[in-house]
Nanobody, 122 residues
């Protein structure tokens, strides 16, 4: 069982930056694919970004490519989502998720955090 805890959400103006942190209870990271997903009320959960440590690869949704960066620090058991040039449409609850296998760009992760709210004002 993997436990994940997100932090760093809040209110930010359009064009600004925010960093989300996800502390992962299990290590080493190389056993897991760690993802960030988001959800707006009334809509399906949407894939944002993921990092596959074993393949040293990252994945991004087209809507966030070139604005968001996923990275991690194995020594701190933490994965980050750096959000730059945010837009009002980035407003959502952001979830950190993990699994040992993953279908690329999907929402299919077994382990989930509780989520953190990000609100972007125009």
């Amino acid at each position: 069982q993997v436990q994940l805890a997100e932090s760093g959400g809040g209110l930010v103006q359009a064009g600004g930056s925010l960093r989300l942190d996800c502390v992962v209870s299990k290590s080493p990271f190389s056993h897991y694919i760690i993802g960030w997903l988001r959800q707006v009320p009334g809509k399906e959960r949407e894939f944002v970004a993921a990092i596959d440590w074993s393949e040293n690869d990252t994945f991004y949704a087209d809507s966030v490519k070139d604005r968001f960066t996923i990275s991690g620090d194995d020594a701190k058991n933490t994965v980050y989502l750096q959000m730059n040039n945010v837009k009002p449409e980035d407003t959502a609850v952001y979830y950190c998720a993990a699994d040992t296998v993953w279908r690329t760009l999907s929402n299919d992760f077994r382990f989930w955090g509780q989520g953190t709210q990000v609100t972007v004002s125009s």
